[in-house]
């Protein structure tokens, strides 16, 4: 991020799971700047393993960041905005938390948690000024899912049930959704705009293949999804096998 200084940004370092963290990096913003306006709350990790295979430790490391990560940062950005009666929230949750596909519980599971906090949010501090907004995104080509097979979080038990087939490996191992997905450049364009909007959306679609999750996790039956799911996955051949 250091191509940012010469535009005249300041980044910080910042474990959005460290709550000390969190309070010395609110504490000196508000200190210099005296106020926050946007808060984007960006920080997240992917996991893809079987939810019998993945264990709560596995859960819990993806919500810690996912989702408690965020609690702790709203927590402390939050009251300066109800106190001036403006500000905007913007939570990146992911198109994933639309639709549960497997091996993506751990991930889909904090995602879809922070929407369900997003929305009710939105209807708390509409009435004091602060807007709040849900970011769904598609598939960004980011280094997202091939960091999180690098870090381990991509797990399957090659003498588990799933191991040995290889189409299941590819499925949870994968990174081409991504790495061919909607260039950050161009996302990110699209996302500024609506985020310093007067009048931003309770919700923010937008990336490769977006929309179309959308539309299969709101309106295709689920006996279909699992369908598509199983094919798409490999699971189909399990069981036939």
């Keep these: 991020m250091a191509d940012l200084e010469p535009l005249g940004i300041k980044t910080f370092a910042l474990d959005v799971t460290d709550k000390q963290q969190i309070a010395s990096c609110v504490e000196h913003i508000m200190s210099v700047e005296h106020r926050i306006d946007i808060l984007v709350n960006n920080a997240g990790l992917l996991a893809k393993a079987p939810v019998v295979e993945a264990g709560v430790d596995h859960f ?12 702790e940062l709203i927590a402390a950005v939050t009251p300066q905005m109800i106190q001036r009666q ?31 906090v997003t929305d009710a949010m939105r209807t708390e501090l509409k009435p004091l000024g602060v807007k709040v907004v849900y970011c769904a995104p598609g598939f960004i080509a980011t280094q997202l ?22 189409q299941i490996s590819d499925w949870v191992h994968k990174t081409d959704g991504i790495s061919d997905g909607t260039p950050p450049a161009a996302f990110a364009k ?25 539309f299969l996790g ?12 199983a094919k798409a996955s490999g699971l189909q051949q399990l069981a036939a096998a």
């Design 218 to 229: 709101k309106l295709m039956p689920l006996s279909v999804m699992d369908g598509l799911y």
């Design 145 to 166: 899912d091939s960091k999180s097979c690098q870090s381990g979080m991509n797990y399957l038990d090659p003498k588990g049930p799933y191991g040995s087939n290889q």
């Design 86 to 116: 403006t500000g905007t929230i913007v939570n990146i949750g992911s198109i994933a938390s639309y639709t549960s596909q497997p091996f993506w519980a751990a991930y889909s599971a904090s995602k879809a948690a922070l929407m369900s």
């Design 60 to 71: 819990r490391q993806v919500m810690e960041t996912n989702f408690f990560g965020c609690l």
């Design 190 to 214: 699209g996302f500024v705009d609506m985020a310093l909007s007067s009048c931003p959306p309770p919700h923010y679609v937008n990336g490769k293949m977006s929309w179309v999750v959308w």
